[in-house]
């Protein structure tokens, strides 16, 4: 049975709207994973940079992500919702997204930023996703399988924006990564606890429910176009048919991990542990989108 559900480089004041504090280990549908599938590696996002490894063995691969920028302050002083991100006038400004971009040989991360600076098309640079925003203390993660060679560490948001002042990419948000040949046996993919589809217009098909605890997701995006792939918990006393109306307080759940980017025809898995309650998924910038579809998580049985 497929069970309708949702779905770039926005993020949506819906998904801002709700931050706990650093120091809130209780978060619905945390993607703080302690077990990971394949090589994880940690990259740390703050305003305009990216902390991670220069060189890493190929193979399977988890991105972890992890918020070290300005909203780890805002919310430590107690600032709560999109203004814990907001910054001169710019409402996304501290949160930041991963893309992993694969580079053709004798391509570079710099020849990439030039190439967008002077807006011209890169077809020598593949995009095969990542990790997408949640405030800490949570992560996010998504797990691909890297072949040697050149790749770039981006973020996105605010590419999209006639302002390109906003552009995180432009602002130097961009880091080389060198993938070398790896020693010893390959590491397995695991056998996915959900398989999801990104259909038509951006719609999410999921194969069997989500249930409460840990669940692997390997999303398969079936359309032409790059799609995200985030869920935001319904806020309590709200159904999630009211926040999907747009009801005053309706975006205000918690932002409850996902994926930057599941590029057109590729596959990209992800790790997140759910509690029980209703969600909302969704593959464009607003969570809110008429795309978007709410679902509930069940206990386990």
Aim: charged fraction near 20%; proline fraction near 8%; aromatic fraction near 6%.
């Amino acid at each position: 049975m497929l069970i309708g559900l949702v779905g770039s480089a926005v993020v949506s004041f819906s998904l801002l709207a709700a931050a706990g504090t650093p120091d809130e280990e209780s978060v619905s549908a945390r993607a703080q994973i302690d077990s990971l599938p394949g090589r994880v590696v940690d990259v740390k996002a703050g305003e305009f940079y990216f902390m991670a490894p220069d060189t890493i063995p190929a193979g399977l691969t988890t991105f972890r992500l992890k918020q070290v920028g300005m909203v780890v302050d805002r919310l430590r002083a107690g600032v709560r919702g999109r203004a814990a991100a907001a910054d001169k006038g710019d409402a996304t400004r501290g949160a930041h997204m991963l893309w992993v971009v694969r580079l053709e040989q004798g391509k570079t991360a710099a020849d990439y930023l030039r190439a967008e600076q002077s807006r011209i098309p890169t077809p020598w640079a593949t995009h095969i996703g990542g990790p997408a925003f949640i405030f800490p203390p949570a992560t996010t993660n998504a797990t691909v399988n890297l072949e040697p060679g050149n790749y770039a560490l981006v973020c996105h948001i605010g590419s999209a924006r006639e302002d390109r002042r906003r552009s995180h990419l432009l602002n130097g948000m961009i880091r080389p990564l060198t993938v070398v040949a790896a020693r010893g046996k390959p590491a397995s993919a695991p056998e996915p606890d959900v398989h999801a589809r990104i259909t038509g217009e951006g719609v999410v098909e999921f194969l069997t429910p989500i249930v409460a605890g840990r669940q692997v997701i390997q999303v398969k995006n079936a359309t032409a176009r790059r799609g995200e792939f985030k869920f935001k918990r319904v806020p309590d006393g709200m159904t999630g048919k009211e926040a999907l109306a747009g009801k005053p307080n309706g975006g205000e759940g918690p932002p409850a991990g996902g994926l930057s980017s599941v590029p057109p025809g590729k596959t990209v898995t992800t790790t997140i542990d759910f509690e029980p309650g209703e969600y909302i998924v969704g593959t464009r910038p607003s969570i809110l989108h008429e795309t978007s579809r709410a679902f509930v998580v069940a206990r386990r049985r």
